[in-house]
């Protein structure tokens, strides 16, 4: 797997953000048995540059924590039967990886909701990154079904990766 990490926030932190970037998506990917060699990209930004993102792309002017922008469709989630058929044009020719999508993550909220929900930033940087995944593979929280089903498979994986509250 290659993930792309940019990291263009004012505030450094300590927090070990490309392992736990890696670690989370690579566990959502063998939870959803994707059977190809994946590629995404994260951009860990802030409120200003997310909120400016959030204004651009769907029209909601204000910061939020994490934005998901996948490159495939899904007929049913997670069903990667169809990819090959027809998105040839999403392989990157050069490593072979099927190229997932981008996610950008406010770390102004990664702080601000670890703080909120009283739990680490380690914590809540996996559960975007987490969240953000599902949604790459075509999750999604807009009726309470689906919901309960992404949050659900977000717990479970951060529960198996011992990432808890």
């Not at 200003?48 to 490159?71: G, K």
């Not at 990886?97 to 703080?115: H, N, P, Y």
């Not at 940087?125 to 790459?136: C, I, T």
């Not at 498979?153 to 529960?159: E, N, P, V, Y």
Request: net charge negative; glycine share 4%.
């Amino acid at each position: 797997m290659t993930i792309e990490i940019e990291y263009e926030a004012q505030k450094e932190t300590a927090l070990p953000y490309r392992e736990i970037i890696q670690r989370v998506a690579e566990a959502a990917l063998d939870d959803i048995e994707c059977p190809f060699e994946a590629e995404i990209s994260v951009l860990l930004t802030e409120d200003e540059e997310i909120r400016r993102m959030n204004r651009e792309f769907r029209q909601i002017d204000r910061a939020t924590d994490v934005l998901s922008f996948p490159m495939l469709e899904f007929d049913r989630p997670g069903d990667f039967s169809h990819v090959e058929e027809e998105y040839e044009d999403c392989f990157n020719p050069e490593s072979g990886e099927l190229m997932l999508g981008d996610i950008v993550i406010s770390m102004d909220k990664v702080r601000e909701q670890a703080e909120s929900y009283g739990h680490s930033e380690e914590r809540e940087l996996a559960f975007l990154v987490a969240h953000s995944m599902y949604h790459l593979f075509g999750f999604d929280h807009l009726d309470e079904t689906e919901a309960a089903i992404m949050e659900q498979k977000q717990r479970d994986l951060l529960c198996s990766l011992h990432i808890n509250r």
